[in-house]
């Protein structure tokens, strides 16, 4: 199966340090890459989608400044959450989607921790 | 605006019965229906997709069913084991390039 790998699993650090996150699909070209945030016992908020070689484009609220996607190849985009604060602390996860009518498959997501 | 709703928050039931999920969409019609199960700490996982000309699909214990004239989904769990117990996700897609609309989960608890 379509396997979609996330990393870091968790990250801790001080307020002010800029976070990379990396995305990668295993086994397939991702076209579409998505960015999503979850916090306790919430349902996924979509951040940002990104296709290959353009920009992504992000949700109504979401800075576009503080959240750099990346999405250079169809097999890895990167989230960088820039001078992060404690409230950019939440459960991030990607997901990726080939082309047509395919299911978006997601990566088991990174805990961010900004102390 | 394009809205998917979990009625149920939580649903427990015994070990082998049936679970019953439900997924209702109002003000759109979606091409596809997808369902994932989240364990927590977890990203979601995949686990059936439904386009809108599909009435049924089936996969080992799962069902999933999609009826456009009740703009509804149910996902069904046969004989429910306690391993079954996680969060269900709906969601659902305009078309094949557009981004999926999740709903807010059903906590599913099955007890021994």
């Known amino acids: 199966g379509a396997v979609v790998s996330q990393h870091p699993s968790r990250v801790i650090c001080k307020s002010g340090t800029s976070v990379k996150i990396e995305c990668r699909s295993l086994?397939?070209?991702?076209?579409?890459m998505f960015w999503y945030r979850q916090f306790p016992k919430q349902s996924l908020m979509l951040m940002a989608t990104?296709?290959?070689?353009?920009?992504?484009?992000?949700e109504q609220g979401v800075e576009k400044d503080k959240f750099l996607i990346n999405h250079a190849s169809l097999t890895l985009s990167t989230l960088t959450v820039t001078s992060a604060h404690p409230e950019d602390s939440s459960f991030y996860i990607c997901?990726?989607?080939?082309?047509?009518?395919?299911?978006?498959?997601f990566g088991d997501g990174t805990r961010l921790s900004i102390l | 605006s394009q809205k998917i709703e979990q009625n149920s928050e939580a649903l427990n039931i015994q070990e082998g019965k049936t679970a019953t999920l439900t997924c209702n969409y109002t003000?759109?019609?979606?091409?596809?229906l997808q369902w994932y199960r989240q364990d927590p700490g977890r990203g979601p996982v995949f686990l059936l997709l439904i386009r809108e000309n599909e009435k049924e699909k089936r996969k080992e214990r799962l069902k999933v069913t999609f009826d456009t004239t009740l703009k509804q989904s149910l996902f069904h769990i046969t004989a429910s084991q306690p391993a079954d117990s996680a969060t269900y996700l709906c969601?659902?897609?305009?078309?094949?390039?557009?981004?999926?609309?999740f709903g807010s989960g059903t906590r599913l608890s099955i007890r021994p």
């Open positions: 003000n759109y019609s979606p091409a596809y």
């Open positions: 969601a659902s897609r305009y078309s094949s390039a557009s981004k999926i609309i």
């Open positions: 990104s296709n290959e070689g353009s920009k992504a484009t992000y």
């Open positions: 086994d397939f070209q991702a076209t579409t």
């Open positions: 997901s990726a989607r080939e082309e047509g009518d395919q299911p978006q498959h």
